[in-house]
Every structure is written in structure tokens, then in C-alpha cells.
């Protein structure tokens, strides 16, 4: 996985072939389809899972040129909660993983200028140490802030990757995954809901806040309740930024220069004046919108003190860390992370599936997605269009990043690559198989997946012999608490690995699990046959 960091484009094709590419090349795909002002067309909304389905597959597919031997693992987040891990102990996050989590110099106050320093929030160590934030050659419509490939709403000038470790947000639990599995009975229902809970806490709990203490004189001037609403606000002001941005009232400084104090300071959010009506009824919606953290009945003039305080003052030096945005896929631990749904979905799916699997698509009168209505800049207009919701129908798929166009497209349709993923399907296509449908440590937290899975008759198409989702070669057998695979290969079985799942192929008998490793790792996908291409050369 490593190798994709520090082998360029062309000298791992040259020596890896083809489907090699370079890490650049992926974070692309995700940048490319997500931070445009119009429209996420990877998040928020029904194509979600798909299309990161799509992405993960490109990843793996780049790894096994390197290695044919390996898959790309998953990450149960919900063993850290069922057992007491905070995100900065697990052994994710070690120098040996995907380096270690840094913590801020006061955990109460969170991280601030006043005391630490941003460089302070780089991978500290191992393979990944002082991982450098990547440049924005190539889109010179997106070229904003500080030249990175970052999210236009997020003005961080660090020129290395961000993790702001949060101490008060925590990972998925495992009531948010037994919830997905048991109360969402039809395809869209699942979709909508895959993104939220179940999801997106981890990219919030690596990613971060930095930069809240320049709310301290908003908290003086009485303008936030109390210090606590300051946190609070805190957290979640990454979201109302792209908000803002998304609806046209705000855009940040293009060319910004990040060699000193000075010219940092200097680049700020340009906002349109045009709509500053417009921002304050958002502001006194958004502000309370998470929790309470401003009197509802502040006058005008402070109203336009919040407003001068985003487009002149300190609002920009507030952002999230790259975990966080649409440049996620930069840190290399985001790449265990995706998987972890597709797991669920395929639990789902062998497990009795759905009652229900048309697609939506009609954003007026069904979810689609989140912004239904949205700015169109070429038409200067905030209406319904159908661009709005791109990428979450079921015929869509990826804008184009290596042409960088975004009237073009590129790989299959979500709803080829579902057709693809479902493992009780004839036309299965992924080169892999899940190694286990098993949450024994949920039990934890009185919730038995194992119960719930069988005793609602979910196991139909297993007990039935109806499971197709393999090549012949693959057996899948029972086993308590889920399914197991065993797949034989011309190179051997897999080994267990405790922070993996799944090692390096050997000619023996898997080893035993080490009594002395903590009891949450990254499973492996165990590859069975070969893969379907979801991206075409």
C-alpha cells in the first residue's frame, strides 16, 4: 500500500503495470467529485456507496499490481468502542499502521493557535511521517486558498496532511451498525442512512477541528452563549462553511501564499455582498441548527458582526483537518474505512437482502439526494437541475478527473457496480469475498448481530444453498456469530494477521490469533477470483 505513496505514476506503470497508479491519482477521483459549488457528486446522497465501492476497487486493484497476493482491508471501527479504545489507542494508529495520533496540548479547549501548532497535526511517525498535503496542478477552476487539493471551504495552509485528532467525538458504535442491518428494509433506505452514523463519525473523529479559539472574542462580544456552545459551534463550523459555499454566499481567495504569518492572514473567504440577507437568515438557522450556541434574538448589527467575522475576520482560520473534506482520500487510512459499509452491505444482502431495490429518480418528489435544488454558476441561478443530484442516480457515474472535465464521465453506472456487488447474484464481479460476518464484541453492548441476522429469517439464501457470490473454487461454511470463507488458492491460504486480518500468502496452516494483540485489527478481503474492471484503462 505504502508503494503507491512513493513510487510516482509512470515508474509504477513501468514497473508495475497498467492498472498501477499513484495515490495522487485516486485522491483525484474523490477531489474531482465532491468539492465542486454546485454539487457532491459522492456524498450526500443515494450514490454514496457505489461510487466509493468504485473507488476502493480502483485502489485494491493498483495494490495487488504491487502485491497480487494481498486485498485492501477494513477496518472495524466499532471493536474500539465495544471495548473501551479510544481512536488515538488502536492499533490502527500506530507507527507500524497508519502512524500515530497526535493529541491537542490542552484535550479541554481542543486545538488552537494559542497552543499548538498546526505542523503539530502531521503523521508523527512511520512509513507515513510527515506525509506532505498534495498540489492542485491540474484544476484551475478549483484552484483556491492555498493551492492544495483541499476542499475550497477549507483554508488550511499546513503543507502537510492534517489529522486534528477530536477528543470529543467518537467512532461508530455498534448500535449504529446493528440499526443499518436491521431497520432499513428497502435499497434506497440503506443508502440514505450508510453515510450518516454508521459512517462518518470516523472521518470527524481523525479528521478534527483546528483553530477554536479564534471564536474567543465572538464569546466575549457575547455573541455565542457560552463556552461550551463555543466548542459545540466549533466542531461543526467546517459544515456551515461548505454550506455557505454551496450556496453562493461565499468563495476563498485563490493564490493565497502560505510562506508567512502575514500572508496567511491575509487570505481570507471573498463574499458576495450581493446575498447578505441571504447569510444572515442562514446564520440564524445553521448556528442553532446542531445545538443551541446563539441567542436566537441577537440584534441586526450583531447579526452582521457574524457576518464580518466570516467574510473579514477570523472565519476562514477555523477548518477541519484533511480526514474531513473532500480531500479525505489523502490520508491513507481512508482507505479501510469504505470497505467496512460494503461489508454491512453485503451482510445484508446474504442474509435475506431487500424488500425493496428501485432506484430513486426523481429528486422533487423521492430522496436522491441532499441539495435537490442547487447553484448553478454558469447560469448564475439557485434552482431545481438535474445536474444537482449527478452521481446518485442509479445510471450515474464518476466525473472524469484525468481529463478534467466535468461534462465528462467515466467507469460503470451505480447501478452496474450494485449488480456487481451483490454477493447472491450470478453476475457477483468483485474479486472478493468478506472473511466473516461476525460482531462478537457488540455483545458488549447487549446487541447480538448473530441473533438478529438469523432470527429474522435473514439467512435464507445461506440455509437455502443459494449463495452464488464465489467461483466454485470458494467455499463459504457456517460458523457461530456469521459466515466464514475459506478460499483455496494456487499459492497457499491466508495467514491471520492481527492488525490486518488477512498476511502475506504461506504454504502452511493460518496461524492463531496472538493472545497478546488488542482485539481490534483491520480484516482482509480474501480475493477468489479475478476482478472486474470498474475502471477502463
Known amino acids: 500500500m505504502a508503494t503507491m505513496w512513493f513510487t510516482n505514476e509512470s515508474e509504477g506503470k513501468e514497473k508495475y503495470g497498467d492498472d498501477y497508479h499513484h495515490a495522487d491519482y485516486l485522491l483525484k477521483f474523490h477531489y474531482f467529485n465532491s468539492a465542486w459549488q454546485d454539487a457532491d457528486h459522492i456524498h450526500e446522497g443515494n450514490g454514496f456507496l457505489p461510487q466509493h465501492v468504485k473507488l476502493t476497487n480502483i485502489f485494491e486493484k493498483s495494490m495487488q499490481t504491487v502485491d497480487p497476493s494481498i486485498s485492501l482491508p477494513y477496518w472495524d471501527f466499532t471493536i474500539e468502542g465495544a471495548t473501551g479504545l479510544e481512536v488515538w489507542e488502536s492499533p490502527i494508529f500506530t507507527a507500524d499502521t497508519y502512524g500515530s495520533l497526535t493529541l491537542p496540548t490542552d484535550r479541554e479547549k481542543g486545538w488552537t493557535y494559542s497552543n499548538d501548532p498546526m505542523e503539530s497535526a502531521a503523521i508523527p511517525n512511520g512509513r507515513w511521517a510527515k506525509l506532505l498535503a498534495p498540489k492542485n496542478t491540474q484544476y484551475s477552476d478549483l484552484n483556491y486558498g492555498y493551492g492544495y487539493l483541499r476542499a475550497p471551504w477549507s483554508m488550511n495552509p499546513s503543507p502537510y496532511l492534517s489529522r486534528f485528532t477530536s477528543i470529543d467525538k467518537k467512532l461508530p458504535t455498534c448500535q449504529s451498525h446493528y440499526s443499518l442491518l436491521s431497520d432499513y428494509p428497502s435499497l434506497m433506505d440503506f443508502f440514505f442512512m450508510s453515510p450518516y452514523s454508521a459512517h462518518a463519525p470516523t472521518h470527524g473523529t481523525i479528521g478534527g477541528v483546528y483553530g477554536c479559539d479564534k471564536f474567543d472574542d465572538m464569546l466575549s462580544n457575547g455573541l455565542i452563549i457560552n463556552s461550551e456552545a463555543q466548542k459545540n459551534l466549533c466542531k461543526n463550523w467546517i459544515f456551515y462553511m461548505k454550506e455557505f459555499y454551496r450556496l453562493n454566499f461565499l468563495l476563498p481567495k485563490t493564490n493565497c501564499d502560505s510562506s508567512s504569518k502575514d500572508a496567511i492572514e491575509s487570505c481570507k473567504f471573498v463574499c458576495n455582498t450581493d446575498k447578505t440577507a441571504d447569510m444572515i437568515f442562514a446564520l440564524k438557522n445553521i ?53 467496512t459499509l460494503e461489508r454491512l452491505l453485503h451482510a445484508k444482502y446474504l442474509y435475506g437482502g431487500f424488500t425493496n431495490e428501485d432506484w430513486a429518480d426523481s429528486p422533487s418528489n423521492q430522496y436522491v439526494c441532499d441539495k435537490a435544488s442547487c447553484y448553478n454558476a454558469e447560469l448564475d441561478s439557485f434552482d431545481f437541475f438535474d445536474s444537482c443530484c449527478d452521481g446518485h442516480y442509479a445510471d450515474s457515474q464518476l466525473l472524469d478527473p484525468i481529463v478534467g472535465d466535468r461534462k465528462q464521465f467515466i467507469g460503470l453506472t451505480n447501478e452496474q457496480v450494485m449488480k456487481l456487488t451483490t454477493p447472491t447474484s450470478d453476475s457477483y464481479g468483485m474479486s472478493y469475498v468478506y472473511d466473516g460476518f461476525q460482531w462478537d464484541h457488540c455483545l458488549n453492548d447487549n446487541l447480538d448481530f448473530n441473533k438478529l441476522l438469523v432470527d429474522n429469517q435473514l439467512a435464507s439464501y445461506f440455509t437455502d444453498n443459494q449463495i452464488k457470490a464465489t467461483s466454485s473454487k470458494s467455499k463459504l461454511q457456517s460458523s457461530t456469530g456469521g459466515l466464514k470463507d475459506k478460499v483455496n488458492t494456487k499459492i497457499g491460504t491466508s ?6 486480518g488477512v498476511a502475506d500468502k504461506i504454504d502452511g ?12 485489527k483491520l480484516d482482509g478481503k480474501v480475493d477468489s477470483k479475478k476482478n472486474v474492471p470498474i475502471i477502463p484503462k
Open 287 to 339: 448556528l442553532n441548527s446542531d445545538y443551541v450556541t446563539v441567542n436566537p434574538d441577537l440584534t441586526n448589527d450583531q447579526w452582521h458582526e457574524w457576518v464580518s467575522f466570516i467574510c473579514d475576520g477570523n472565519g476562514y482560520q477555523i477548518f477541519g483537518g484533511d480526514h474531513l473534506e473532500s480531500a479525505s482520500a489523502s490520508d491513507p487510512s481512508f482507505w479501510s474505512i469504505h470497505p
Open 509 to 520: 496452516k493460518p496461524d492463531s490469533k496472538p493472545d497478546n494483540k488488542p482485539d481490534s
Open 495 to 500: 495467514a491471520y494477521s492481527p492488525v490486518f
